[in-house]
């Protein structure tokens, strides 16, 4: 019995995704752990892994389809333990028809010759069969077939060595690339493959260009609406991210009412802390920067002052017990914001670590859901952009965002009173005023100053 494939629930609010490739094709021979197709959920693309082994029987969904609703079938395999005859049949049959077309082409040379031959005809079929072999010739060289026959760990190997693929010959089961095929391997040992791609390249450079007004064709009537033809201009659909982004904080500033307080922040102790711990920590290869020393001060102060760490829920308020930071991160048509999980209770260097390895796999797309999903307030620092002060948007269900601007010399009135410069920053919090009283805000603003006053709190 064919085995269904559905579209899966990559995380937890995942309610509809994008197909955004498939990495098979139908009649290819799957085993368990092959990754199947590439998944765009509103904020990273993710793989799908095959769970059963067997054949894809047919692919129902096709790639680049969007608005794909969980559980919707888009794809099924054929189990091993099916007659394979049926199914070598039912290709050959579709193969036939499209084949058929050129027959009768091929048929009034002969048709011409011998006009009594009918029976000719019907064996007429054969021969295209035959030249079926040599139009497919290019396809095992394809990158799609490439990925098709290699294990996951094998194709994980030859990306970490820069192998490619097309250039080897698979040793497993059904001419499957297997990790001693990659590991034996050499660079270069296939000069003749991407010979024959620039071939086929003119041939699908045609059709490329075809498609090329569909955006136009299947642009929504509102677009539509707001274009103005005088410009010279180009039409983007809209990713699944940047549709999530738009949905969320259109919801954040109509139904959370947002209290700003912003405080001017003197960061000479900081700065100068941070110089040491860099000079102690450089023999383990770590480095601190100013935003990691944030996000501990920050999440300091939340335990300081638990009525901002906090989800207003309507008839109830959620409070929590540990500060875990979300990170605004930039990435590639949108935002993401990885969690920095119990920032209060980790050093500063466990901090900074886990930035790297965050910021890194969010701009590669690599984070899994629970790395992005959660958190109980955020912080986003747009310093290094020359930003001097900002105000963001509430990350619901949080309650509470730091808005972090750029550091630099400033007019400053000491301590006995006498003028001076400092090195200072302007920080701005957003509160939901539903859950946070402003005097609390307030609290919150001192606590996060004089922790980067007195920043030896830090490591205390």
């Known amino acids: 019995m064919p085995i269904p494939l559905r579209m899966p629930a990559l995380s937890p609010t995942m309610q509809e995704g994008k197909l955004a490739k498939w990495l098979v094709k139908e009649g290819d021979v799957v085993q368990s752990g092959d990754i199947l197709a590439e998944i765009e959920t509103d904020k990273a693309t993710m793989e799908f ?23 919707t079938v888009i794809a099924t395999i054929r189990g091993e333990d099916e007659p394979a005859g049926e199914a070598a049949t039912k290709p050959a049959e579709p193969a036939a028809q499209p084949d058929a077309p050129a027959a009768p082409a091929a048929q009034p040379a002969p048709a011409a010759q011998a006009p009594a031959a009918p029976p000719a005809v019907a064996p007429s079929p054969a021969p295209p069969p035959a030249a079926a072999p040599a139009a497919t010739t290019p396809k095992p060289i394809s990158h799609e077939d490439n990925r098709v026959i290699a294990s996951p760990l094998a194709k994980r190997i030859a990306a970490q060595n820069g192998v490619d693929l097309a250039g080897i010959a698979g040793t497993g089961p059904h001419g499957r690339i297997i990790r001693a095929d990659v590991e034996n391997a050499k660079p ?21 260009a075809a498609p090329a007004p569909a955006p136009s064709v299947a642009m929504a009537d509102e677009t539509r609406a707001l274009l103005d033809d005088r410009i010279p201009h180009t039409v983007q659909k809209l990713s699944g991210m940047r549709k999530t982004i738009a949905r969320r904080l259109a919801q954040s500033m109509q139904q959370a009412p947002h209290i700003y307080l912003t405080v001017d922040v003197r960061l000479d102790k900081l700065l100068a802390l941070r110089t040491e711990l860099n000079d102690v920590l450089a023999r383990s290869g770590v480095k601190l920067s100013v935003n990691d020393m944030l996000i501990k001060a920050l999440g300091r102060a939340l335990i300081e002052v638990p009525e901002c760490n906090v989800t207003f829920a309507g008839n109830e308020m959620i409070k929590y017990e540990r500060a875990d ?14 969690i920095v999980q119990d920032a209060s209770g980790r050093s500063l260097a466990a901090i900074a670590e886990t930035m790297k390895d965050l910021g890194t796999r969010a701009r590669e797309g690599k984070l899994a859901p629970a790395e992005y999903q959660g958190g109980t307030a955020s912080l986003s620092n747009m310093g290094m952009m020359g930003i001097k002060q900002f105000t963001a948007v509430i990350n619901p269900p949080q309650s509470t965002i730091l808005a972090i601007g750029a550091g630099d010399k400033r007019p400053w009135v000491m301590a006995d009173g006498s003028l001076g410069v400092a090195n200072a920053m302007t920080a701005t919090g957003s509160f939901d005023h539903r859950g946070v009283d402003g005097a609390d805000g307030a609290r919150l603003m001192a606590a996060f100053r004089e922790l980067c006053e007195k920043p030896l709190a830090l490591v205390a």
């Open 49 to 71: 892994e095959a769970v059963d082994e067997g054949t894809i029987a047919s692919i129902t969904v096709a790639a680049g389809t969007e608005g794909v609703k969980v559980g």
């Open 325 to 338: 930071i979300s990170v605004a991160v930039s990435i590639p048509g949108g935002l993401i914001t990885p």
């Open 188 to 208: 270069g040992t296939a000069p003749v493959k991407p010979a024959v791609q620039p071939a086929a390249r003119p041939v699908a450079s045609a059709p490329a």
